[in-house]
Nanobody, 122 residues
Framework: QVQLVESGGGLVQAGGSVRLSCAVS????????MGWFRQAPGKEREFVAR????????DYADSEKGRFTISRDNAKNMVYLQMNSLRPEDTAVYYC???????????????WGQGTQVTVSS
């Protein structure tokens, strides 16, 4: 029932910034924990950031701490990922995900977007 659509990806120079957006439809976004994941060429999908249903708790992978910020606006059914100080290693397809908090606390997400490409040039 839940559908997620990412946007905001593109080409950015190393050290630059970009904000990704995830539009949530088909459900009440405030019910879900939301996450961002990414997959680079030749690598498995990896966790980037997570935010709980109320927006009062966040979590980040070590490589993103201090550089990325996840946020949400439940009134607008939107989730965001602000990415600063980008590195070429951040190049990947970024995916938005949603899930029941009972499951996402264990790393399980039920709904996924199609992804948006972020390319960071040297």
């Amino acid at each position: 029932q839940v559908q997620l659509v990412e946007s905001g990806g593109g080409l950015v120079q190393a050290g630059g910034s970009v904000r990704l957006s995830c539009a949530v439809s088909g459900g009440t976004s405030s019910f879900y924990t939301m996450g961002w994941f990414r997959q680079a060429p030749g690598k498995e999908r990896e966790f980037v950031a997570r935010i709980n249903s109320s927006g009062r708790s966040t979590d980040y992978a070590d490589s993103e701490k201090g550089r990325f910020t996840i946020s949400r606006d439940n009134a607008k059914n939107m989730v965001y990922l602000q990415m600063n100080s980008l590195r070429p290693e951040d190049t990947a397809v970024y995916y938005c995900a949603a899930g029941n908090p009972i499951m996402t606390i264990r790393g399980k997400y039920d709904y996924w977007g199609q992804g948006t490409q972020v390319t960071v040039s040297s």
